[in-house]
């Protein structure tokens, strides 16, 4: 089992920046690609990016590439989402998650494991 505890989220003003975190515990040789995903209210839970456990490939969701930055720190064993110039739609629940195995997905279904999200609201 893979424990997740994301931590950051909070208010901010639009255009303003924010970085969760995300830490990993248990069998951490489960979470080989790590993953965040938000979900607003109403909508479905939609992929935001993911990193590879050596950090050295990244995927992002549709247009979020530029604006937010995946990165993990394998001996803290923990992921970290930094979110610059963050707009009103940009809130929602920010969850972590996470997935044995190389094959990199924006499926949420694949992710065998979720922290229990964190809220990030940003204001007009």
């Known amino acids: 089992q893979v424990q997740l505890v994301e931590s950051g989220g909070g208010l901010v003003q639009a255009g303003g920046s924010l970085r969760i975190s995300c830490a990993a515990s248990g069998r951490t040789s489960s979470s080989s690609m790590m993953g965040w995903f938000r979900q607003a209210p109403g909508k479905e839970r939609r992929f935001v990016a993911a990193?590879?456990?050596?950090?050295?490939?990244?995927y992002y969701g549709d247009s979020l590439k530029g604006r937010f930055t995946i990165s993990r720190d394998n001996a803290k064993n923990t992921v970290y989402l930094q979110m610059n110039s963050l707009k009103p739609e940009d809130t929602a629940v920010y969850y972590c998650a996470a997935k044995s195995g190389l094959v990199p997905t924006t499926a949420p279904d694949l992710y065998g494991y979720w922290g229990q999200g964190t809220q990030v609201t940003v204001s007009s």
């Open positions: 990193i590879s456990r050596s950090g050295g490939s990244t």
